[in-house]
């Protein structure tokens, strides 16, 4: 049975259990400030568990694309070690939002695992919840009872909190579960050792494939279990282990969900898997599972809209796919790009189960292929540094853990390519310096997105259906449901839950809106400021830092009032003004730059809107006039909004709708129009009645975000009308200057050859000036054994001069050691310069003794073992720093 095959057997039985089958969500986490990526099934529906929602049915199904590989649920560095982690994996998930629970969710599962799938019984066990007695949760009697009825008492295990009860992380929804393992093991193993004994002991053939999650409680920032509103079943099967249990395999990686990814790469690297007659094979073995899970996370994640960066989600998916370039280069022997080559083969493998890599193909493979060329770049280098390193390390020494953690952080080479390499030329590295390094970073990130959270305090406990009523409402009476108090690292805030609201909640690029919520008492109206809007989950949060935010709740709740909830009318028009422009703009650049133009990001508040979008190329000067020109003839048609309701989603797509790829669609969506033929969108935000009301639309800036990725930002209405009368009057300034000068460009050219013409002319003076400085220090060579020193003070005008001094030293002069310091623009400079072969004769450092030589300037430096700077503060330091160069030799 096929990997296709067995994911549509799942789907097909649960949706005759009468189950919804719902596309999976995209792989980046929207909307949720707990999570980075979705980690699990489960992690879309959070707030139905909740009751903040309503699901579509109250029976699902589905597969759903999940990453691993930050925070509580990280398996990054199994991935490749074992044949069962994985980065990037499918969840085949059926839910039951208060409706059966745990008696129809285990007999669902035999029967689909035994009857179904024709897994043999005599191999499968299960566990069932022992109980916690300090969360005050019995023993599950009721799933022990299900199971020993189907499986025998023999099959079921004891599991404990650590086991057996589900949670998503430190707070949220959460219940015992039932977990269900497979012996894949052959028949003399199984009768030496029971499979009951290897049941979660990271045996790799005796391995978890489905959890059965009864949701029951809620875990609050106290640490308290509080039952849920209803009870609900979440499960959970790992679609790749499932494919080796069913197709008879020993490892995840040998079902075809991997096998043609890895033929693949190993055709490519001229390695065959699974062969244990070559040197280094199990390495290459490691290599081939690593790459060719890490390319699935990569894809999957940028196509879903999240492009590798130096930040937050964008840095994780950068990690790993440095993490699977580095096992290739090492291991494989790829010096040139290779991953990117692998996209065709994926996008055909699951095209018709997620069509988005089919759909982005060409982006995808191109966001990669600039991606492998920046990292192979700095992998080079990196291992020049490591080089460096290890020819200064004492024989059988270690490296220091601080150069371990930079060169991870810096270079991307993980502690354990570190340790390889070390371990090759007889040395170690300071594991415990490395972790603590590691620890401090991580320390650093945490105060810097510190944010901590109380339980919400319910002042209503009405049920309610929330309405947003925004789009056509600026003020509505509405009830206080909730409130929280929340420390941030700049001080405190309030969020606030309604039941009704008129603010829109940012989301779509679109800002949350600001207002004020205000109720009369007998002394008039109190209000309390709104600063912005958010959406978690499924919750509109209204954020106060209102000082008077406590009295005013008390006021609420002693006099069960409602409130006022009214907007910024301004702002929010400023804001709708943007988000319409970028509609317009996005159509314009289709027709000007081609139909493969697609969103890739844009943000929309009240001062400007910026966008990002996917194109190979700068945008012209020429290509950005003609799009500024067609936006704004559409906003002088003004062309009415054509707003509708939900409107069934594939009748949207059909009638050509733009869709933005990794947003999560409901069967039902808005559908925004400024002329049929022109603007048609899926879209949730707030737009202006009619393109009129935009007033004009103005570029202000072209930039490149990453491979295939563009951005341009824009201002609107009256904030472009003032950003073009400053420029003007910038211009009429500078003609000013320029009196009596008909042709003001052909002015500013001339000016620019003339500065030209004299910067040549002072970089020859300079030259002579640096020439004479040289022949002068040939005079002052000190010979100190058979090294030939130079250390002084000297005249250049600039760090790059210094360094040039530096290097025509040592092509003039063998066995140098130089030490040279300067004052430039009031600042201290000072340089090292060793020869190569004292550097290893001498066991001399240059990057070792600039460091302690910028001491005595208040500054700090560093570089290669030949050579290194550094600055300062001290110019009065300068004389000192060279005599403590001198003394390393002298």
């Known amino acids: 049975m096929t990997s296709r095959q067995i994911r549509q057997q799942f789907l097909d039985f649960f949706a005759s259990k009468g189950h919804l089958i719902v596309p999976s969500a995209p792989l980046v986490a929207k909307n949720d400030p707990t999570?980075?990526?979705?980690?699990?099934?489960?992690?879309?529906?959070?707030?139905?568990?909740?009751?903040?929602?309503?699901?579509?049915?109250?029976r699902i199904a589905d597969t759903q694309k999940c990453l691993r590989v930050s925070g509580k649920h990280n398996d990054l560095e199994d991935v490749g070690f074992d044949t069962y982690h994985h980065t990037?994996?499918?969840?085949?998930?059926?839910?039951?939002?208060?409706?059966?629970?745990?008696?129809?969710?285990?007999q669902w599962s035999w029967e689909l695992l035994t009857e179904v799938y024709k897994l043999p019984k005599d191999r499968i066990y299960v566990s069932v919840f022992e109980g916690n007695e300090k969360d005050g949760v019995p023993f599950d009697q009721e799933a022990w009872d299900i199971w020993s009825a189907m499986v025998g008492e023999d099959r079921i295990i004891l599991g404990n909190k650590k086991d057996n009860f589900w949670e998503m992380g430190d707070t949220g929804p959460c219940g015992p579960c039932s977990e269900i393992h497979i012996d894949l093991r052959n028949a003399d193993e199984v009768a030496a050792v029971s499979g009951k004994t290897l049941v979660n002991a990271d045996h790799p053939q005796v391995v978890e494939i489905w959890n059965n999650v009864f949701m029951q409680f809620e875990r609050m920032a106290d640490g308290?279990?509080?039952?849920?509103?209803?009870?609900?079943?979440?499960?959970?099967m790992g679609f790749e282990r499932l494919c080796m249990a069913i197709q008879g395999k020993q490892s995840n990686y040998d079902t075809d969900v991997f096998s043609n990814t890895i033929k693949f790469i190993g055709d490519k690297a001229g390695k065959t898997y699974g062969r244990s007659d070559e040197p280094f094979d199990k390495w290459a073995d490691i290599a081939l599972r690593v790459i060719s899970d890490h390319i699935r996370a990569i894809a999957f994640a940028i196509a879903d809209g999240q492009l590798p960066s130096n930040n937050k989600a964008g840095y994780v998916i950068r990690r790993i796919l440095r993490r699977a370039v580095r096992y290739g280069y090492t291991y494989l022997g790829f010096r040139e790009p290779f991953m990117n080559t692998i996209i065709p083969l994926l996008a055909d493998q699951f095209d018709g189960v997620f069509p988005e890599l089919k759909a982005q193909q060409d982006f995808i493979q191109r966001v990669i292929l600039e991606e492998e060329n920046s990292f192979l770049r700095t992998l080079e280098t990196g291992l020049k540094r490591l080089d460096d390193i290890i020819k200064i390390t004492p024989k059988n020494g270690s490296i220091d853990g601080n150069v371990v953690f930079e060169?991870?952080?810096?270079?991307?080479?993980?502690?354990?390519?570190?340790?390889?390499?070390?371990?090759?030329?007889?040395?170690?590295?300071?594991?415990?310096g490395f972790k603590t390094a590691l620890q401090a970073q991580k320390d650093r990130s945490r105060k810097d997105s510190s944010k901590e959270a109380t339980d919400w305090v319910i002042v209503s406990d009405e049920d309610f259906d929330f309405e947003f009523v925004g789009y056509d409402e600026f003020e509505t009476e509405a009830k206080i449901i909730k409130y929280r108090k929340v420390k941030t690292k700049t001080g405190e805030e309030y969020h606030i839950v309604l039941d009704k609201t008129p603010f829109y909640a940012e989301m779509g690029g679109q800002v949350g809106d600001s207002g004020q919520l205000s109720v009369i008492n007998e002394q008039g109206t109190v209000n309390i400021k709104i600063s912005d809007t958010k959406k978690e989950n499924d919750l509109f949060i209204h954020i106060s830092t209102d000082k008077n935010f406590e009295s005013f709740i008390q006021l609420i709740t002693n006099n069960q009032s409602p409130v006022t909830a009214q907007i910024d009318t301004s702002r929010r028009h400023r804001i709708t003004q943007n988000h319409t422009a970028t509609h317009l703009m996005l159509s314009a650049m289709r027709q000007v730059l081609g139909s493969?133009?697609?969103?890739?990001?844009?943000?929309?508040?009240?001062?400007?809107?910026r966008f990002d979008f996917a194109h190979f190329s700068k945008v012209t000067d020429e290509e950005l006039a003609q799009i500024e020109t067609i936006v704004n003839e559409k906003i002088r048609e003004n062309i009415k909004l054509d707003e509708k309701r939900n409107v069934p989603i594939q009748e949207a797509v059909n009638a050509g709708a733009t869709a933005t790829f990794g947003e999560k669609y409901g069967d039902f969506v808005r559908v925004i129009t400024f002329d049929p033929n022109f603007s048609v969108e899926l879209c949730g935000g707030t737009h202006v009645p009619a393109t009129g009301e935009i007033g004009m639309f103005k570029f202000a800036a072209e930039s490149s975000v990453s491979a295939g990725v563009r951005r341009v930002e824009a201002?609107?209405?009256?904030?472009?009308?003032?950003?073009?009368?400053?420029?003007?009057?910038?211009?009429?300034?500078?003609?000013?200057?320029?009196k009596g000068q008909s042709d003001l460009v052909k002015a500013v050219k001339t000016l620019q050859e003339e500065r030209n013409a004299l910067a040549k002319k002072i970089e020859v003076l300079e030259n002579e000036k640096l020439q004479e400085t040289k022949e002068r220090l040939f005079a002052k060579i000190i010979s100190v054994g058979d090294i030939n020193m130079i250390a002084e003070v000297v005249e250049v005008p600039s760090a790059d001069a210094l360094k040039q001094l530096a290097y025509e030293l040592k092509a003039k002069i063998g066995d140098l050691y130089c030490v040279l310091g300067a004052e430039i623009g009031g600042k201290p400079q000072l340089a090292v310069m060793i020869a190569d072969n004292l550097v290893e004769s001498k066991k001399l450092n240059a990057g070792q003794i600039i460091r302690e030589m910028a001491k005595e300037v208040?500054?700090?430096?560093?570089?290669?073992?030949?050579f290194a700077t550094a600055g300062g503060s001290d110019v009065s330091g300068l004389a000192k720093a060279v005599e403590k160069g001198k003394s390393f030799v002298a």
């Open 715 to 738: 201002y609107t209405g009256e904030k472009a009308l003032s950003v073009i009368n400053e420029q003007l009057a910038v211009i009429n300034e500078i003609k000013e200057l320029f």
């Open 35 to 58: 999570l980075m990526f979705n980690n699990s099934g489960m992690a879309q529906f959070k707030d139905f568990f909740l009751g903040n929602g309503t699901p579509p049915s109250k």
């Open 596 to 609: 493969h133009v697609s969103q890739k990001g844009s943000y929309q508040n009240e001062d400007i809107t």
């Open 407 to 432: 060169l991870s952080d810096t270079f991307g080479f993980p502690s354990d390519l570190t340790a390889l390499i070390a371990r090759e030329n007889g040395l170690s590295i300071d594991e415990e």
């Open 88 to 106: 990037m994996f499918e969840m085949l998930g059926n839910w039951s939002f208060g409706d059966y629970f745990k008696k129809e969710a285990l």
């Open 224 to 236: 308290s279990l509080v039952p849920l509103p209803s009870k609900h079943v979440d499960t959970g």
């Open 858 to 866: 208040k500054g700090g430096g560093g570089g290669q073992a030949f």
